[in-house]
């Protein structure tokens, strides 16, 4: 059972028992409101503390206690003092300026209407306070699939990822290591806060060849093709009443994304070698590193199945916009290995946060795991990633040099831009043609990734991305 702690200012008492039972008869039955009820804005302020929620009137006239404060300005000083508690307005004042003000510039999380309130809304809002607690505490997710940061703008990603519905279909788009298979584990932990039997089902859709892929999501009876000495149930049957997460949903085959849309869509399908015909409902999560349009324009996705699937779209942030995050990973890298005694300089954090992290936030742990085992003192400095990095000044000197009109730098991008290419595809090519050169000059891959700044991992990655072997 979860706990909720609600404080409700209302200051007519029909209202404020009402708005208490339709709420409760609302919450989902697994978590337990505790109220406090209080009927002017002066008193809301002083027992907000420690609220998970705070529910508040914008006019208490009504009440002989009030001294003349409006929800509004309790809602600001709430806000002031509990970044943390979630709060929602309910009044019959219905003029935009002021529904406006309360959400931009009060601190108010949602606005409802007296005359329409919905008690299924408001449930919503408690779920969302609530699972706001939870992730503070490290209830939901395990400590290996947390998303961290600091960012403001990323927080705001989070707050709308704990906004979605279990019954809502999710596209998750960001560049390779921003930490998609994170933001679908903590979906499906947000619902099964509520279902505690709720499957779930990941799938890396770039790892398998049609054919097992196939039989992966569908399953297969016996003897449905050579090998196959016993039945097996498919991924679509075992993520019944759950939440299944295809990873890199364009390396699905097109044949197979026609499959799973009549699944999507009517939740019935026969395992391979049987005519049989099975049920399952179940929310699907997906994820790309290549923008969605471009992918059904290279006919790497069915538009119809794109369209099914990115119902809500979540995009993150690549790592080096959001730099002020690099020491939190570094300091998770860290405490994950258990290397109490080992810190990163001032200097050297700088020199992480100024990396461009193509492979963010999972090429940045790599390169720490290289960084901790080829220093053998408790400090590790700027000059010391810059030698790991293959750095030296030297060459920092020559790169802060302006490029001239002939080098070969500029004579590429002309290149690329006179040909009208997409910079993804761009950027594809100049790392093809880096790795392929590293390649050549260095053999070992365990060269090549230091030399490239990846861990060996992030480098197979990479390889089979771009199609090199």
């Given amino acids: 059972m979860h706990k909720l702690r609600i404080l409700l200012a209302e200051d007519m008492p029909h209202e404020r028992m009402a708005i208490e039972m339709g709420l409760k008869r609302a919450l989902p039955h697994n978590v337990t409101p505790e109220f406090i009820l209080v009927d002017h804005a002066e008193v809301a302020v002083d027992r907000a503390k420690g609220c998970d929620l705070a529910i508040l009137d914008i006019d208490f006239s009504q009440s002989s206690s009030s001294r003349g404060m409006t929800g509004l300005e309790a809602a600001r000083l709430i806000r002031s003092a509990q970044k943390d508690c979630h709060i929602v307005i309910v009044s ?12 931009e510039h009060c601190g108010v999380n949602w606005y409802l209407r007296r005359a329409s309130i919905s008690y299924d809304e408001l449930a919503w809002q408690a779920r969302q306070a609530l699972l706001s607690r939870l992730h503070r505490e490290g209830m939901l997710v395990d400590e290996r699939y947390r998303y961290l940061t600091c960012s403001s703008a990323a927080e705001n990603t989070l707050r709308r990822v704990d906004a979605i519905l279990p019954n809502q279909s999710v596209l998750i788009y960001g560049e390779t290591g921003t930490g998609k298979e994170l933001i679908a584990r903590r979906i499906h932990a947000n619902a099964r806060a509520f279902d505690r039997k709720r499957p779930f089902r990941a799938i890396d859709c770039s790892a398998l060849s049609p054919t097992l892929f196939e039989g992966e999501m569908f399953g297969h009876k016996r003897g449905a093709f050579t090998g196959a000495v016993d039945s097996r149930r498919g ?20 044949s197979i994304q026609q499959k799973l849309l009549r699944v999507l869509n009517d939740g019935v399908f026969s395992p391979l070698g049987s005519n049989d015909e099975i049920r399952s409902k179940f929310r699907i999560i997906t994820a790309t590193n290549v923008p969605l349009d471009q992918a059904i324009a290279s006919g790497k996705l069915l538009p119809d199945f794109a369209e099914r699937v990115r119902k809500i779209k979540v995009e993150l942030l690549p ?26 300089s001032e200097d050297a954090i700088e020199f992480l946060k100024s990396r461009p992290w193509c492979g963010n936030a999972r090429e940045l742990k790599g390169f720490i795991d290289n960084a901790i085992s080829e220093v053998k003192i408790p400090i590790i400095t700027r000059s ?12 920092k000197i020559e790169d802060s040099k302006p490029l001239e009109t002939g080098d070969s730098l500029i004579q590429l991008a002309d290149k690329l831009v006179a040909g009208d290419q997409p910079l993804p595809d761009a950027i594809a090519s100049v790392e093809r ?37």
């Fill in 235 to 254: 991924a679509l049957e075992t993520v019944d009443g759950g939440d299944l997460f295809l990873d890199e949903i364009h390396n699905i085959p097109v």
């Fill in 92 to 103: 019959s004042t219905e003029e935009h300026a002021t529904m406006r003000a309360a959400t």
């Fill in 384 to 395: 010391d990633l810059e030698n790991i990095a293959g750095e030296s000044r030297s060459r």
């Fill in 433 to 469: 043609a880096y790795f392929r050169r590293a390649l050549s000059q260095h053999k070992s891959l365990d060269r090549v990734a230091k030399v490239s700044g990846l861990s060996r991992t992030t480098l197979y990655r990479k390889l089979r991305d771009l199609g090199i072997s």
């Fill in 319 to 344: 790592l080096r916009e959001r730099p002020e995050d690099v020491p939190l990973l570094v300091d998770n890298c860290l405490s994950q290995i258990g290397l109490v005694d080992k810190e990163f």
